[in-house]
């Protein structure tokens, strides 16, 4: 699972109530499944995105079959969802996720 940080203005999106509509919004069809919300959508087979403590904990199962145009489509919406839910740009996300590997 790849946990991401959430700004503080977005905590109060961060149970399943909340990112269950952000995951609609991105990938369309969704459902709250115990503790965290699952969906599927083109390259993606199984994305499942839960709230843990702070952060945004995501696990990703994807189709490497897709085509390509496809496969790019998925990732873009993915990084949307990921601004969305977190409040941080991929830039910001992979600063503050190389500033975490470095303090490890």
Same mark, same amino acid.
């Given at each position: 699972?790849? *946990? +991401? !940080? %959430?700004?503080?203005? #977005? &905590? *109060?999106?961060?149970?399943?109530?909340?990112? =269950?509509? %952000? /995951?609609?919004? #991105?990938?369309?069809?969704? =459902?709250?499944?115990?503790?965290?919300?699952?969906?599927?959508?083109?390259?993606? &087979? &199984?994305? /499942? %995105?839960?709230? /843990?403590? *702070?952060?945004?904990?995501?696990?990703?199962?994807?189709? !490497?079959? %897709? !085509?390509?145009? /496809?496969?790019?489509?998925?990732?873009?919406? +993915?990084?949307?969802?990921?601004?969305?839910?977190?409040?941080?740009?991929?830039?910001?996300? =992979?600063? &503050?996720?190389? *500033?975490? =590997?470095?303090?490890?």
């Amino acid at each position: 699972m790849q *946990k +991401y !940080p %959430v700004r503080p203005d #977005h &905590r *109060k999106g961060l149970t399943l109530e909340g990112l =269950a509509p %952000v /995951v609609r919004e #991105h990938f369309g069809d969704a =459902a709250i499944d115990g503790d965290a919300v699952v969906a599927s959508f083109g390259a993606l &087979r &199984r994305l /499942v %995105v839960r709230p /843990v403590a *702070k952060e945004l904990g995501v696990e990703t199962t994807m189709d !490497p079959k %897709v !085509p390509e145009e /496809v496969a790019r489509d998925t990732i873009a919406r +993915y990084n949307r969802f990921l601004e969305a839910a977190t409040g941080y740009s991929a830039k910001e996300r =992979a600063k &503050r996720l190389r *500033k975490a =590997a470095q303090e490890a």
